[in-house]
């Protein structure tokens, strides 16, 4: 069989953790100079997105990863590195508010990137990179001392029931669980930025804000502050799937090699605007 150069065994691997729709954005795009490890909860999920990848030419394997499973990530990580290691890492899985489960949306939210960065970093050498997706939610409260010193153990298996401790029992909704679990994944980049740079490697959080996506979709129906948000949004408009895969290509090539431990806002200056009255 001849290779062509998508599916060349020489390019660089990148493992995409989420095969919904904005996951399969990014591993479309990621397919296109890298083979891809893209891993989902729900492998014939993952198995969809990459046979209509193999279609446009990409060279994409779907595993099965349970993100909250030390296990199961130890196992990703495993076949990333029969595969030859990786180049990057890009976790996109996650829950929105839609999910409604306080504790579950805390452990796919942020223990399950904080057991895949920490699976993973044993892996990197230089020139990799981790780009995890978090959001513009993080941006909205500021935690509490003891609420950060929790996050601050992102991995610990009693993530979210400490979490809700120090939590008032009205606080304990799916909003701010998603809220708080963004909030740790930006602390957790930044504090392990120096981890990953003894290595070479990068770790980077990307804040989305809306973002036209079935998930997005279902936490609009539900929410009246999401809908107040797109009003607020200065470019009067959603942000889509393929302004998000732009931003995370530059953030794991070479353009974007001294930009480490920080995030990325791609929220069309809504963080921004919210400093401010509204006009």
């Known amino acids: 069989m001849s290779l062509t150069p ?3 065994l020489d390019l660089p691997l990148a493992i995409v ?4 729709g904005m996951g399969a954005s990014v591993a479309r795009r990621m397919a296109h100079g890298h083979r891809v ?3 989902d909860i729900d492998e014939s999920r993952a198995a969809a997105v990459a046979n209509d990848l193999a279609i446009e030419g990409g060279s994409v394997l779907p595993i099965a990863c349970d993100v909250t499973d030390a296990t199961s990530v130890e196992a990703l990580s495993q076949t990333a590195a029969g595969l030859g290691g990786f180049r990057t890492l890009v976790h996109v899985a996650g829950l929105s508010i839609a999910a409604d489960s306080f504790n579950k949306i805390v452990n796919v939210n942020l223990r399950g990137p904080a057991l895949v960065a920490q699976a993973f970093l044993p892996l990197a050498s230089p ?6 997706i978090a959001s513009l939610a993080a941006h909205s409260i500021r935690a509490a001392p003891a609420e950060l010193a929790v996050l601050a153990s992102p991995a610990a298996p009693e993530l979210a029931s400490k979490l809700a401790k120090c939590l008032a029992p009205s606080n304990t909704t799916a909003q701010m669980a998603y809220t708080y679990s963004k909030i740790g994944l930006i602390e957790m980049a930044r504090r392990e930025a120096a981890a990953w740079g003894r290595a ?3 770790i980077v959080t990307l804040s989305p804000g809306l973002i036209a996506t079935p998930m997005g979709a279902l936490a609009y129906e539900k929410s009246a502050g999401k809908r107040a948000m797109f009003e607020r949004t200065p470019l009067g408009r ?3 799937m393929t302004e998000i895969a732009d931003a995370v ?3 794991t090539s070479d353009r974007a090699s001294f930009i480490s431990g920080t995030d990325l806002l791609v929220d069309g200056g809504l963080c921004g605007a919210l400093g401010y009255p509204a006009s």
């Open 238 to 240: 959603e942000g889509t």
């Open 249 to 251: 290509e530059f953030l």
């Open 127 to 132: 020139g990799c990179s981790a780009i995890l």
């Open 200 to 202: 070479g490697a990068r």
């Open 6 to 8: 998508r599916t060349r």
């Open 17 to 20: 953790v989420g095969a919904g």
């Open 37 to 39: 490890l893209l891993a």
